[in-house]
T-cell receptor, first 111, second 117 residues
Framework: GDSVTQMEGPVTLSEEAFLTINCTYT??????LFWYVQYPGEGLQLLLKATKADDKGSNKGFEATYRKETTSFHLEKGSVQVSDSAVYFC??????????FGKGNQVVVIP | NAGVTQTPKFQVLKTGQSMTLQCAQD?????MSWYRQDPGMGLRLIHYSVGAGITDQGEVPNGYNVSRSTTEDFPLRLLSAAPSQTSVYFC????????????????FGPGTRLTVL
């Protein structure tokens, strides 16, 4: 079935550092890909999405490009802030709104 | 719009007790779903509904029941709580259901943290 793999473990980095969170997927057909963010004590919010190969999703300085050849959707931000500290989830959907989530990555940004 | 609301925010149950987690949305969304979030597991789909009167099982449905009598509400019932159901539960909704190969943005509620002793 459809699945998403995120890199293991939390990510700790200093303010203004470059952030990358890896995400790869397994799916049949042409899924839509998403990044959701969860701030402490809150529900998930959509950060960005891409619905077809080579699409780039972007929001709040974050970017991710749908790479069908490598089945990847890595999240990047050029200069993180303390306010970016959160848990980030990669997800996919093959259609009909059912989402398959990765395990999530805790990001901690130190001032 | 309030978006997706969930009650209660926190709940402690004893093994064998029953309870209902409430979820409501005011966006007239057709699709609603329940997920549970466990450490190191991401979110897993419990049950979902594509419209009033229609529900189906997700990845981890055992021990949970749902019904959808109105577009707005999608309660999740635990008939006999077990410690394995200790988790954070999220309800979500979105507008598109029948457009083949398309998934609309899902909007999540703030969650219910459930502890079963």
């Amino acid at each position: 079935g459809d699945s998403v793999t995120q890199m293991e473990g939390p990510v700790t980095l200093s303010e203004e550092a470059f952030l990358t969170i890896n995400c790869t997927y397994t799916a049949t057909g042409y899924p839509s890909l998403f990044w959701y963010v969860q701030y402490p004590g809150e529900g998930l919010q959509l950060l960005l999405k891409a619905t077809k190969a080579d699409d780039k999703g972007s929001n709040k300085g974050f970017e991710a490009t749908y790479r069908k050849e490598t089945t990847s959707f890595h999240l990047e931000k050029g200069s993180v802030q303390v306010s970016d500290s959160a848990v980030y989830f990669c997800a996919l959907s093959g259609g009909n709104n059912r989402l398959a989530f990765g395990k999530g990555n805790q990001v901690v940004v130190i001032p | 719009n309030a978006g997706v609301t969930q009650t209660p925010k926190f709940q402690v149950l004893k093994t064998g007790q029953s309870m209902t987690l409430q979820c409501a949305q005011d966006m007239n969304h057709e699709y609603m779903s329940w997920y549970r979030q466990d450490p190191g597991m991401g979110l897993r789909l419990i049950h979902y509904s594509v419209g009033a009167g229609i529900t189906d099982q997700g990845e981890v449905p055992n021990g949970y029941n749902v019904s959808r009598s109105t577009t707005e509400d999608f309660p999740l019932r635990l008939l006999s709580a077990a410690p394995s159901q200790t988790s954070v539960y999220f309800c979500a909704s979105s507008s598109s259901t029948l457009r083949q190969g398309y998934t609309d943005t899902q909007y999540f509620g703030p969650g219910t943290r459930l502890t079963v002793l």
